[in-house]
């Protein structure tokens, strides 16, 4: 079996998107027969992508026209040189869907399309206007001509059938790759944060959607309130959207508001060191699709704090986190709640996380649910249990 891989982003520049099609593909290759070559836009693509999706070779294609739109003149023409069986689409809205609905119209062949959370209520809202034009034009008769698309859990199952789309639906989750042993990196932060001090992470592309303004008034309240033995920095790791890093850098100059770090962009051992060196881990998003980086806290054993948008209900069945919705109020409360907490409180949360993690969101059990995806698409298996028609 030979699987196409297609995405805008197969570079750091597509933040999470990258690593789920990255570590999917790797899990694929390892732990099942199928073969998989990876077709991308060359947004950003460097060293530092090809030594990550190594042994793989991406096949990197230039773009002409608005880089929003991502026209890669040869595209359709790569597609047909992979001899692929099934093309497997990462994304929405660009010019990789067109190319998608073209390749299967051509050769007849299945496709499969990772929706990533672009048919919540909040993505489709972003740029309304935009999204309606391109579902009219392409996007639509895309999802509608699919074999299946992909989710990641069951509100995106009800946004894909809110949409009007009946194309059947895989509901599969994101995986984790699990940490091993020590890393010798000091914290990223020693130079800014002291060591007596308890960190708070947020880690994530900075964008108005995951809720961090909200996050900073709730800060701006507890602080004014904290009195606990040891004091909390919150840390702020990730790329900046758009110029709302610097939105944020401002407001957080006001009085009243302190031990607030913007870190930038950390990646690899750095990363780690990160989630390593935290004492816990927020993430206040209005939409997600199933966020890589909250699997990635409760792999390294952090309690979170994160809204119901994050799709990751199972953390609050098993107490691996507090709740909260993503306006200043209830986050400063909930900042409160986990500031309070004691230190073995917070400590059986992580643990609880990390068992969630290791029972249901490893990247070799979701390599196996996608495999058989395929199969079923190929006529090669029965239908799989994940798969829902309704």
Not at 238 to 258: I, M, T, V
Request: with cysteine; charged share 25%; hydrophobic share 40%.
């Amino acid at each position: 079996m030979k699987v196409a891989f297609l995405s805008p982003y197969i570079s750091r520049a597509g933040g999470g998107l990258y690593e789920v099609e990255r570590d999917l593909a790797h899990a694929l290759i390892e732990t099942t027969p199928a073969s998989v070559d990876i077709i991308g836009l060359n947004y950003g693509y460097g060293e530092e992508e090809k030594s990550e999706w190594a042994p793989l070779e991406p096949c990197v294609l230039s773009t002409t026209g608005p880089s929003a739109f991502g026209y890669a003149p040869d595209l359709v023409n790569t597609l047909h040189r992979t001899g692929a069986d099934l093309l497997h689409l990462h994304s929405l809205w660009m010019y990789t869907s067109i190319a998608t609905r073209r390749w299967a119209r051509q050769t007849g062949r299945p496709t499969i399309i990772s929706v990533h959370g672009m048919l919540d209520d909040w993505a489709l809202n972003n740029a309304r206007w935009k999204k309606r034009l391109a579902g009219w034009f392409y996007e639509d008769s895309n999802l509608k001509q699919a074999s299946c698309l992909h989710v990641f859990h069951d509100e995106e199952h009800r946004a894909v059938r809110d949409y009007g789309i009946d194309t059947p639906v895989c509901v599969i989750p994101n995986g984790v790759s699990l940490p091993e042993g020590d890393v010798s990196l000091p914290a990223p932060w020693e130079d800014q944060i002291s060591s007596d001090q308890q960190v708070l992470l947020f880690l994530g592309r900075i964008h108005p959607k995951k809720g961090l303004r909200e996050l900073l008034e709730g800060w701006k309240q507890v602080k004014s309130e904290w009195s606990g033995e040891r004091s909390w920095a919150l840390a702020i790791v990730g790329w900046d959207d758009d110029g709302h890093r610097s939105e944020l850098e401002q407001f957080a100059r006001e009085p009243g508001l302190s031990s607030v770090h913007f870190l930038g962009s950390m990646f690899g051992e750095e990363k780690a060191a990160a989630f390593r060196h935290a004492d816990a881990f927020v993430l206040p998003s209005h939409s997600e699709g199933l966020p890589m980086a909250v699997l990635e806290a409760w792999s390294y054993g952090l309690p979170v704090l994160k809204t119901p948008a994050c799709n990751l209900p199972e953390g609050f069945e098993v107490d691996a986190a507090l709740k909260v919705t993503p306006d200043a109020e209830a986050i400063a409360a909930g900042l409160q709640r986990m500031f309070g907490a004691s230190t073995e409180r917070r400590a059986s949360m992580g643990d609880r996380g990390r068992a969630l993690v290791e029972r249901k969101f490893t990247w070799p059990s979701v390599a196996q649910q996608m495999h058989e995806v395929y199969r079923w698409m190929l006529g090669e298996a029965e239908v799989p249990a994940c798969v829902r028609f309704n």
